[in-house]
């Protein structure tokens, strides 16, 4: 059976969420969800469930982004145009020490 934390990072991971946005969803602190999904934290029951219920999220599609190996559904058409700045550029000193 997996732990709780591994079951949070899963779905997390699952619907494309930072831990920064599930924290912000669950209103739990971000280094708190780190430490609960890598076994670090006893959390209490409430916690959980409020985590739990940030992840139900009725009628939000699960996806995985690219780094944990999701796709886009369509690659992304090129412009055609380059960045470049806007106004003149100054070269950059080096600092005196």
């Known amino acids: 059976m997996s732990s709780p934390g591994g079951l949070i990072r899963e779905r997390r991971i699952d ?3 930072t831990q920064a946005q599930l924290a912000d969803r669950a209103g739990v602190a971000q280094a708190d969800i780190s430490r609960i999904e890598n076994g670090r934290l006893d959390t209490r029951w409430s916690t959980i469930h409020r985590l739990s219920t940030a992840l139900e999220t009725p009628g939000v599609e699960p996806k995985r982004s690219l780094a944990n190996g ?9 412009t055609g145009k380059k960045w470049a700045p806007n106004g003149p550029v100054a070269p950059i000193e080096p600092a005196e020490v």
Do not use: A, F
Not at 70 to 78: A, E, F, M, V
């Open 70 to 78: 999701g796709r886009r559904s369509s690659p992304r058409k090129p």
């Open 15 to 17: 619907l494309g969420w």
